[in-house]
T-cell receptor
Framework: DAGITQSPRHKVTETGTPVTLRCHQT?????MYWYRQDPGHGLRLIHY???????DKGEVSDGYSVSRSKTEDFLLTLESATSSQTSVYFC?????????????FGPGTRLTVL | AQSVAQPEDQVNVAEGNPLTVKCTYS??????LFWYVQYPNRGLQFLLK??????LVKGSYGFEAEFNKSQTSFHLKKPSALVSDSALYFC??????????????FGGGTRLMVKP
């Protein structure tokens, strides 16, 4: 999976608790992305980053925040998890902007919010 | 707004037969188009892309896709399917003229089942 790791790989949590997912890359790519995958919806972009401390919202950003303090790490935080955030979360990286070059995906994190 | 549709939730094909996975898109300008494949419990893997140029694009694992501007389609094809091609396939699009964001829009996915 192209030098991308995600942690944890599986997590079960309760409604209202904070959750942080981590994406770590060893490719030194500039762009990093967080997607969620839900049946019938494909992948939907939550947030992305175009450099250290530079982030922007995606299609489904409500309820999520991100931070990127180092090139290699991109964190996704659910401040107060809800059952609607039960999903599989994928991190992706790319050398160029999405749509100008291919993205490389991590193995995913399966999050269950009870 | 950009959008992409994969009209088939599942495609079944016998090993050795040709396969087609359909994708249609909608953009206001010209499209960047991608196909990705997802094997069980894995992230997506890039297969091929169309940016400009030849309408027939060749990619990994013997897959190809044909860009048809008049039909706004980008169907994925392979002349002879393998059982190991069984996976979930995603089409994705970005409008070249979209200045509102740098996002790919993914289709809902098509599950390809290749039977021996």
């Amino acid at each position: 999976d192209a030098g991308i790791t995600q942690s944890p790989r599986h997590k079960v949590t309760e409604t209202g608790t904070p959750v942080t997912l981590r994406c770590h890359q060893t490719e030194n790519h500039r762009y990093m992305y967080w997607y969620r995958q839900d049946p019938g919806h494909g992948l939907r972009l939550i947030h992305y980053s175009y450099g250290v401390k530079d982030t922007d919202k995606g299609e489904v950003s409500d309820g999520y925040s991100v931070s990127r303090s180092k090139t290699e790490d991109f964190l996704l935080t659910l401040e107060s998890a809800t059952s609607s955030q039960t999903s599989v979360y994928f991190c992706a990286i790319s050398e160029r902007l999405a749509g100008e070059g291919e993205q490389f995906f991590g193995p995913g994190t399966r999050l269950t919010v009870l | 707004a950009q959008s992409v549709a994969q009209p088939e939730d599942q495609v079944n094909v016998a090993e050795g037969n040709p396969l087609t996975v359909k994708c249609t898109y909608s953009v206001s300008g010209n499209p960047y188009l991608f196909w990705y494949v997802q094997y069980p419990n894995r992230g997506l893997q890039f297969l091929l892309k169309y940016i400009t140029g030849d309408n027939l694009v060749k990619g990994s694992y013997g897959f190809e896709a044909e860009f048809n501007k008049s039909q706004t389609s980008f169907h994925l094809k392979k002349p002879s399917a393998l059982v190991s091609d069984s996976a979930l396939y995603f089409c994705a699009v970005r409008d070249m003229n979209n200045n509102a964001g740098n996002m790919l829009t993914f289709g809902g996915g098509t599950r390809l089942m290749v039977k021996p």
